[in-house]
């Protein structure tokens, strides 16, 4: 058994781990120079940002897991918070130590910034779902399910919405309820500790890729970076895995490629007619970090903060987290009218909107802007997504779009490695 893992992202790096540690052989195919996807470092005049600013939550357990088993400490890599819902001077939420759900309930009727009566309904409707297992009999837009449990106008747009669109990517109108459900479930819904906070302290290649990376060559694999795969062709019993480097030989492959690129490895098999599909409905979300870097004092009030204004969601203070002093990293998730202003109109605009709220900031000194047009998938009601085990004998696929309970997370992306991986152990063949 050989096994060749396509893509370094946080799948197939999950995957190479998985086999390694049980001493099966596995060479990773990396077109970037840089290991880690989606989530990966960006140098930028000798800082490392990351091409996206992340939260990670305590329910990401496989993530944690692997996490410590190749020696990247998530106790000294992540800052870990209770959950605290900030909306800058609109609605402020922290959770207590109590057992679950009560610190929830507690910190939803304790919220600071919300009426009596949208405290209360936002109680009721947690309990609501809880009763019911957070299953749907029929999946909905998420718009639509929490209108029908009456969360009003204010406490969805200050609570849910955000929450949404930040776990999900995709507008509330257009979200999956039963997903959305799924994810209060194992975060708010569970453990307390499941619904802390993990803010990474480091860039997104060394959180996990890279120390996965020398795990995989220190137990006799291999890493390869830019190293893009132009062919996969299976014939003999196994797949030629065909590169700049050339041409390879694996009795297994593993696809851990994003939705959008791995069509073009499917569609001359026959046999895979059907992932094409499930590929091919797929629609994707964009998501926009702006940095702005300001003079050394600049702060937030909190490492994390949301905001209730018209383009920005979250900031980041980069030097609460990991020490770059003064750089402050905005998010804009999902689709919106941001996507068609120029990059040095928008990071003013972003400006503009957090002078508006935290006042008294300085110019910035400098700015970039990353747009990821394809962050992930559209999390639509009711969507089919492709399975990890496919119809080709020997080739499954990994990524945060395979079929999973899971939006397009890194907890998702890990899970699909781990699961690929433990599909070709079990199968011995
Ligand atoms: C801006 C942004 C913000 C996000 N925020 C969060 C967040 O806060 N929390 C969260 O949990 N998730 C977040 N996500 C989602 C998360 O990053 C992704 O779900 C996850 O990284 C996907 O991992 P993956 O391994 O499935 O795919 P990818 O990361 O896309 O990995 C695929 C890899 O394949 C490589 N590749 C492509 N073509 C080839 C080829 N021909 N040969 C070899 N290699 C190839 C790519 O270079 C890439 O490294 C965010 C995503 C973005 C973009």
Known sequence: MNIAVIGGGYAGMA????????????????????????????????RAL?????????????????????????????????????????????????????????????????????????????????????????????ARLLERNAQGERLTRLLWKPLCVSALNTPLESASAQVFLNVLRDSLGAGRAASDLLLPR???????????????????????????????????????????????????????????HVKAFLVGLTALAEVVEAVDRLQYQPIYSVYLGYPAPVRLPAPMLGFDSALLQWAFDRGALCGQEGVIGAVISAEGAHQELPHDQLASLVHQELQQ????????????????????????????????????????????????????????AVRSGISAASMILESKA
């Open 357 to 412: 709220q935290l006042k008294m900031l300085p110019d910035p000194l400098w700015f970039r802007v990353i747009a990821e047009k394809r962050a992930t998938f559209s999390c639509v009601p009711a969507l089919k997504r492709p399975e990890s085990a496919t119809p080709l004998r020997r080739f499954y696929l990994a990524g945060d779009y395979t079929a999973s309970d899971y939006p397009a997370t890194l907890e998702a």
């Open 15 to 46: 995957a190479a781990v998985t086999l390694a540690e049980r001493g099966v052989p596995v060479t990773v195919f990396e077109a970037a120079a840089t290991l880690g996807g989606r989530a990966r470092r960006v140098e930028h005049r000798e």
């Open 50 to 142: 990351d091409n996206g600013l992340h939260i990670l939550i305590g329910a990401y357990r496989e993530s944690l897991r692997l996490m410590r088993l190749v020696g990247a400490d998530p106790g000294r890599l992540l800052l870990r918070l209770p959950f605290t819902w900030r909306i800058h001077e609109r609605l402020c939420l922290t959770a207590p130590v109590l057992p679950a759900p009560l610190h929830l309930l507690f910190a939803l009727t304790a919220a600071r910034g919300a009426s009596l009566a949208e405290r209360f309904s936002a109680a009721r409707f947690v309990l609501r779902m809880r009763r019911q297992g957070y299953a749907l009999d029929e999946d909905v837009s998420a």
């Open 202 to 260: 480091t860039d997104l290649s060394r959180l996990f890729p890279e120390p996965a990376a020398d795990y995989v060559t220190a137990r006799g694999g291999e890493v390869l970076t830019a190293q893009r795969v132009t062919a996969i062709d299976p014939g003999g019993d196994g797949f030629t895995v065909r590169s700049a480097a050339g041409d390879r030989r694996f009795s297994h492959v593993i696809c851990a490629l994003p939705p959008y």
